[in-house]
């Protein structure tokens, strides 16, 4: 059984008001960390080997060493709870039943960052949240855990949370940050990155909640045995937001050293697929990563176990490999049409680009025609390549990952299921009238 950090308490009645929270132990990690400098807290979140838990996975340590520090210009921390990604809906979760581990997390980040104002930025279709994290800021403001001079050490933090109007793109943190100063959500080219130049171009940490809730087991328990739990780099443990094909749909919190075969038919998570299905395929971490087929998903291209894992998902390099990402994990069974899948995604990054670089304002449309066509048998065999193509033309060349975002999801359909589209093709007739699964073969 995997270890819990963030949720060992998740299931306790009331934990969402101080009271039951403090019960449970809640603050004193803040409470330690206010007893040490910034640098010993900075040393403890290197040590324990933290990866950014957005999508990412940068070393949350060195991001935080990053922070620029001008003479007498504030400092910000801004927690992205944007979380839009197709599959993902951890952060949901913690900010759901979990308020104070995020605030607890942002006092103690907010102290070794030496921010005085820090923001949660959350995405305007989690509309009931705001509410839950507005009450327990409060709450914590009037436990002297917020505000002025907290806790008699002289340090003050402010903590407000800002509503999104419900763009995919304010997750990325350049985005996110020019929709906080009230602007449109426009990606900044990068560098500067935000820990030079940020909000309201002052040195600026942005991190997802999850990596933010983490801070507060890794104070707890220290950076040395956070990262003694896991494997290799993909230290700590890690929310998944499991959805599809499934029997036990939910968010499972894993140590990052089971297999993908015990995280999908275990009874602990996903509890297997419904009607004894057969798995056709998964992606992993959120709608962004490859999409990888049963037999490398199962294993590695060298036969090995493939783990739930950074370093295990990508194995096999981009050929055959997808990412952890956000730990959306999204399970396609034996029934389930790739083509109509994907096209359901470019219909989303279509949607959802910002316009302001061509190749994926123009591209993701695009490639969202193609699949509509071929998905209602009136595609051609030379549309495939054209896909192929467009999606190589985004790829790389855009200011922000929403092209590799649209681009790596046609890619990897393409790649691993070209016999799904060319069926389409061959088989306009039975296109809408049912759907190609491995019944099809
Ligand atoms: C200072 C440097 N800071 C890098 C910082 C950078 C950022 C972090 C990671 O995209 C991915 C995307 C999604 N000095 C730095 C530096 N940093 N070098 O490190 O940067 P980067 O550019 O690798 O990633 P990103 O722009 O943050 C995130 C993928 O995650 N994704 C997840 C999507 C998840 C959601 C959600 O709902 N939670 O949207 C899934 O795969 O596609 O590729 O902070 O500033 N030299």
């Known amino acids: 059984m995997s270890k819990k950090l963030l949720l060992k308490d998740a299931h306790i009645e009331g934990i969402r008001y101080l009271e039951t929270y403090r019960k449970q132990g809640g603050y004193t990690a803040a409470e330690k960390a206010l007893k040490m400098t910034p640098d010993e807290i900075l040393e403890e979140v290197k040590t324990s080997g ?3 838990r957005g999508g990412a996975g940068f070393p949350t340590g060195m991001k935080w060493s990053f922070l620029a520090k001008p003479e007498g210009v504030p400092r910000h ?12 809906f951890k952060d949901r979760y913690l900010m759901e039943f979990l308020p104070h581990l995020l605030i607890e997390g942002m006092l103690i980040s907010s102290y070794c960052l030496g921010s005085n104002v820090s923001y949660i930025y959350i995405r305007g279709e989690y509309s009931w949240i705001p509410d839950i994290l507005e009450e327990a800021i409060d709450e914590a ?7 002025k001079n907290i806790l008699g050490t002289g340090f003050d933090c402010e903590i407000y949370v800002q509503r999104g109007g419900g763009a995919y793109i304010c997750g990325e943190e350049t985005a996110l940050l020019e929709s906080l100063e009230g602007k449109r959500g426009n990606p900044r080219l990068k560098p500067p990155f935000p820990a030079v130049k940020g909000l309201w171009e002052r040195p600026t940490v942005v991190n997802n909640v999850e990596s933010i ?4 087991p890794i104070i707890d328990i220290t950076g040395a045995e956070y990262a003694k739990i896991g494997i290799g780099r993909s230290t700590g443990t890690k929310l998944i937001s499991a959805c599809g094909n499934i029997n036990k749909p939910g968010v499972y919190e894993i140590d990052m050293t089971i297999t993908v075969e015990e ?8 509890g297997g697929i419904p009607n004894g299905k057969k798995l056709k395929a998964c992606i992993p971490g959120g709608s962004s990563v490859p999409i990888v087929p049963a037999n490398l998903l199962l294993k590695t291209v060298n036969g090995e176990p493939r783990y739930m894992n950074y370093e295990s998902l990508a194995d096999g390099g981009f050929a055959t490999g997808t990412m952890m990402g956000s730990g959306g994990f999204i399970v396609l069974d034996e029934d389930q049409c790739v083509v109509e899948h994907t096209m359901t995604l470019a219909r989303f990054y279509h949607h959802e680009s910002c316009g302001q670089c061509t190749p994926c304002r123009e591209g993701t449309g695009w490639m969202h025609k193609i699949l509509k066509k071929i998905e ?10 054209l896909l192929w193509d467009i999606q190589r033309k985004i790829e790389g060349n855009t200011i922000c990952p929403l092209g590799d975002a649209a681009a790596w999801p046609v890619a990897a359909a393409i790649r691993h299921f070209r016999d799904e589209f060319e069926w389409h093709v061959k088989n306009p007739e039975l296109c809408l ?9």
Not at 263 to 270: A, M, N, V
């Open 50 to 52: 933290l990866r950014g």
């Open 77 to 88: 921390l801004v927690v992205n709870a944007d979380e839009s990604e197709p599959g993902t």
């Open 141 to 147: 403001k009037a436990a002297g855990f917020l505000g």
């Open 213 to 216: 809730a983490a801070i507060v």
């Open 263 to 270: 995280f999908i038919y275990s009874e602990e998570y996903c």
């Open 376 to 385: 209602k048998g009136e595609g051609k065999m030379e549309d495939i390549d």
């Open 433 to 441: 009238t049912q759907n190609y699964g491995l019944a099809n073969y």
